[in-house]
């Protein structure tokens, strides 16, 4: 079984000689092997192409068939095929700006030959992202599993749903699907990486606990605090509470230079550093990695403030980043920690301390 499928959508003969050559080589370079399908009309296309690939590199203009390459890709995003699509055309105009595609490359110039985008997809294969998004990859076979195993078998109780509330039945299909997709995860031990922590950009703009928003004046980031059950939207009407809590993002620099400035030599400034990373340095603060969509910085949750909803409406931004659910989880139990602490009177103890000390010297 081929390592990778690749579809190529091009009329040219010289070009499709081209493209041979550099996928024998790129196999025999990298140790790999590549399916090239090869599409030199639309119907073509339109007869191959499938939720299968693991890219396609798309000529927008066939000679005698116009904008064929666009009628392709059209097909790809409608019939919602998770495949990565790289543009090499002549017209590089033409290419629709909305689609989601690796790149648009306009053919002769550097970095648009069939070596470069065999790169590019060969650095997305080893992602692993269409493996797990494709339509062979685990969440099709995880979907699918579920479907035969979990949904069917209990299909009268779910079909007696359906029949008092369809749309409702059909969300709670949705959370009981994922949570079998969730559940894949819960054994992995493994380090997450930054980019696991947010959701960016958010698929829907409502405000949730773990929303991050800007402030249009300052530029400052903050964070939204509020319980969950305070920001669910009942019957159409406004939110439970009246105000949204805000908890404000410090910059990375402004609690590592405080920390670095006490530290006497490397060692502590390195087990400091990790103690602040791993947020074990205090109580009231909680780091938000950096990634390229987000500086980062830390949550300081002594510093609170809260708007009324058309105020907050009219001061920030919609929220453009949200911290997932499984991070926010741990983001909230710090920060009720922090509040729910109580503390107690300190007590007399220099006789017990001075007792000890007493009995370890006779033992010594």
Not at 188 to 201: Q, T, W
Not at 204 to 219: A, E, Y
Not at 315 to 334: C, E, H, L, N, Y
Request: aromatic share 10%; net charge negative.
């Amino acid at each position: 079984m081929a390592d990778f499928k690749l579809l190529l959508v091009e009329d040219d003969e010289q070009d499709l000689e081209t493209c041979r050559a550099c996928v024998n080589d790129f196999e025999k370079e990298k140790k790999c092997s590549i399916a090239l399908v090869e599409c030199k009309s639309v119907d073509d296309a339109f007869e191959k192409l499938d939720n299968s690939f693991d890219g396609a590199i798309i000529d927008l203009k066939l000679v005698d068939q116009g904008d064929g390459g666009t009628q392709v890709v059209r097909l790809i995003e409608e019939s919602h095929f998770r495949i990565p699509v790289a543009i090499l055309t002549g017209t590089p105009d033409a290419a629709d700006s909305e689609f989601a595609y690796i790149g648009v490359f306009n053919k002769g110039e550097p970095g648009a030959g069939y070596a470069d985008l065999l790169d590019h997809f060969w650095g997305i294969h080893n992602t692993g992202l269409t493996r797990i998004m494709g339509g062979r990859g685990i969440i099709e076979e995880t979907l699918n599993q579920v479907f035969r195993e979990n949904l069917l078998p209990q299909k009268d109780r779910w079909v007696a749903y359906g029949e008092k509330d369809s749309s409702r039945t059909e969300k709670a299909l949705l959370h009981h699907a994922l949570n079998h997709l969730l559940q894949l995860l819960d054994d992995d031990g493994d380090r997450s990486f930054p980019e696991e922590m947010y959701l960016h950009p958010p698929l829907s703009d409502k405000i949730r606990t773990g929303s991050i928003v800007k402030h249009k004046d300052s530029g400052q980031w903050f964070t939204v605090m509020n319980p969950a059950c305070d920001l669910v939207i009942r019957d159409g009407k406004s939110f439970k509470t009246e105000r949204i809590l805000l908890v404000e993002i410090e910059s990375v620099s402004k609690v590592t230079d405080v920390v670095i400035r006490k530290c006497v030599d490397a060692s502590e400034k390195e087990s400091k550093l990790e103690a602040v990373f791993s947020n074990n340095f205090n109580a009231y603060s909680h780091w938000l990695p950096e990634t390229s969509f987000f500086k980062g910085g830390f949550l300081n949750f002594r510093k609170l403030s809260s708007y009324k909803k058309k105020d907050f409406e009219r001061m920030f931004d919609k929220p453009s980043i949200q911290i997932s659910p499984s991070f926010v989880k741990d983001v909230v139990a710090r920060f009720s920690s922090y509040y729910a602490r109580q503390g107690q009177p300190d007590i007399e103890c220099d006789g017990f301390i001075a007792h000890l000390t007493t009995a370890q010297e006779a033992i010594e």
